[in-house]
């Protein structure tokens, strides 16, 4: 029969192994993201839907729908911002996405940096800037529509640069339709190439950390 000390070892092993997980590549919406879901946007700055033409509707207009991994469903027509998946520009409108636990760097190669996810059966094209200071923005082209990369180092930049902003703003020139999702549907916007800024556990992981210490400190107890 095994011991009790042996079924804490199984435990407080099974909850390290949860806690690495994180940090193996893990294909998120087809592209892999090696950082996993900290490589995704994590707040609103702003969002001016329909500045040149067409609004969506209001269950179209809720930005926090742009902000984690992507989980768009295959509904575009929404009964509400809860309900929905992305958020859509409107013609000519843009959204300013922050990264708070990480920075978008390049790779220092023309491997894809930066992946916008645009959703729904309309492939609209979005204009991409990004900053480091939400103040001073940079171009680094255009998405063409469904979902789509951009290579940052080929605009000059590398491994060392640290860009927090992403503006998206729906290409007018490029699409000329109107309706409830009138614009550019966004669902997620993720930085391949990621470097975290904060090493502060998410409150999931302190938990499984507490527990694994917790047995581990009783199975040495139990060895005195
Ligand atoms: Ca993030
Ligand atoms: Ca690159
Ligand atoms: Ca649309
Ligand atoms: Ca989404």
Known sequence: MKSTS???RVLAFGAMLSLSASAFAVPIGGVEFPQGAVSF??????????????????????????????NYNGVNGCA???????????DGGNIVLRFVDNVLTGSDSSALDLWVFEVGPDVEDTLVDISTDGTTWISVGAVGGSTAGIDIDAFGFGSSSAFAYIRLTDDTLL????????????DAVGAITTRRVTLVPEPGALGLLGAAFAALMLVSRRRV
């Open 6 to 8: 042996h079924y804490l």
């Open 41 to 70: 946007a994590d707040s609103v700055v702003s969002y001016t839907p329909g500045l040149v033409g067409g609004n969506p509707t209001d269950p179209h207009r809720g930005a926090a729908n742009a902000l984690g991994i992507p």
């Open 80 to 90: 509400s911002q809860a309900a929905c998946t992305f958020v859509s520009l409107g």
């Open 175 to 186: 699409d000329g339709q109107d309706g409830a999702t009138v614009g550019a549907d966004i």
